[in-house]
């Protein structure tokens, strides 16, 4: 499995307990990412759409599904007419999950809660979870195919976007993988 490589900023040499814990650590990065179905290996940086407001865009990015090493392009995906639509005053979260292919994308929505109660939907069978997105509305709530994602106050009163987080290793200062 391809995994990033973040670059040390400290330098350690081979026998030194920094070294071994590094070695350590990717190893457990290395068993950790095998028993999950699947993993974001780079990160996907959600926001409002640039092309569509109304949209939630990803950059391209990559992931593993199931061993199989896959790149996203970029995209703007729609939320569906009354579906993802939410009531005046209330919190909602999405998920927005991809499959193997990298192409096709699933938008899905936990119920309305009231505002400060925190529910996340499920990830439908065979996606991995992309990245997380927050509502809370105001007054006149929010008409997700008609509304953009922008807090004016009466329709979103804030709105967030969490990426999942992506498996990475420690390298070296040359990002390369520190091994034994």
Do not use: C
């Given at each position: 499995?391809?995994?990033?490589i973040e670059?040390?900023?400290?330098?350690s040499?081979?026998?030194?307990?920094?070294?071994d814990l590094k070695?350590?650590?990717?190893?457990?990065?290395?068993?950790?990412s095998?028993?999950?179905?699947?993993?974001m290996?780079t990160?996907a940086?959600?926001k409002?759409?640039?092309?569509?407001p109304?949209k939630?865009?990803t950059e391209?990015?990559t992931?593993?599904?199931?061993?199989?090493?896959?790149?996203a392009?970029?995209q703007?995906?729609a939320?569906t007419?009354?579906?993802?639509d939410?009531a005046a005053?209330?919190?909602?979260w999405f998920?927005?999950?991809v499959?193997?292919?990298?192409t096709?994308?699933?938008?899905?929505?936990?119920t309305?809660?009231?505002?400060?109660?925190?529910?996340?939907p499920?990830?439908?069978?065979?996606?991995i979870?992309?990245?997380?997105?927050q509502v809370i509305?105001g007054?006149t709530g929010?008409?997700?195919?008609?509304?953009e994602?922008?807090a004016?106050?009466a329709?979103?009163?804030?709105?967030?976007f969490w990426?999942v987080p992506?498996?990475?290793?420690?390298?070296?200062e040359?990002s390369?993988?520190?091994v034994?």
């Open positions: 499995m391809q995994t990033n670059p040390a900023t400290g330098t040499f081979p026998g030194s307990d920094l070294h070695i350590q650590f990717n190893r457990m990065v290395d068993l950790v095998h028993l999950m179905p699947g993993v290996l990160d940086e959600s409002p759409g640039t092309t569509d109304e939630w865009r391209a990015f992931f593993t599904f199931r061993g199989k090493t896959t790149s392009a970029a703007e995906k939320f007419n009354s579906t993802h939410v005053e209330k919190e909602a998920v927005l999950s499959q193997t292919d990298g096709t994308f699933t938008i899905t929505k936990a309305d809660q009231t505002i400060g109660t925190k529910v996340l499920t990830t439908p069978d065979n996606e979870p992309v990245a997380y997105f509305t007054a929010w008409a997700a195919t008609d509304d994602i922008t004016d106050g329709k979103i009163a804030s709105y967030e990426d992506s498996v990475k290793k420690i390298g070296n040359s390369e993988e520190v034994a």
